[in-house]
Nanobody, 130 residues
Framework: QVQLVESGGGLVQPGGSLRLSCAAS????????MGWFRQAPGKDREFVAGITWGGGTIWYADSVKGRFTISRDDRKNTASLRMNSLKPEDTAVYYC???????????????????????WGQGTQVTVSS
């Protein structure tokens, strides 16, 4: 069973940057999609970014496009989310996720949905405030 552990969250001022990391164990991430979601208190889990196996295709939520960068390093079995120009509305718990089936081309359609992902990390808190 794959396990995901996020790290790198914390408190940052508006306009600042953070880099979140997601370490996978129990299964290689090679051949699987990776995604980042976030959830603020009382709100639904929101798609942030997704990346296909091999990293050939990337999607971002409109709210983070141009500011966030998702990447993966299959050799290290990790995924990352670089967040620049952070805004208070970016405050949330950020979750790393991966899907169940390798090379699943349905991901090209389903990437924004939490249902496209089978395994989730515990989350890491990002707070953007002065």
């Amino acid at each position: 069973q794959v396990q995901l552990v996020e790290s790198g969250g914390g408190l940052v001022q508006p306009g600042g940057s953070l880099r979140l990391s997601c370490a996978a164990s129990g299964r290689t991430i090679e051949g699987y999609a990776m995604g980042w979601f976030r959830q603020a208190p009382g709100k639904d889990r929101e798609f942030v970014a997704g990346i296909t196996w091999g990293g050939g295709t990337i999607w971002y939520a409109d709210s983070v496009k141009g500011r966030f960068t998702i990447s993966r390093d299959d050799r290290k079995n990790t995924a990352s989310l670089r967040m620049n120009s952070l805004k208070p509305e970016d405050t949330a718990v950020y979750y790393c996720a991966t899907n169940r089936s390798p090379f699943d081309h349905d991901y090209y359609t389903n990437y924004p949905s939490a249902l496209a992902y089978a395994y989730w990390g515990q989350g890491t808190q990002v707070t953007v405030s002065s």
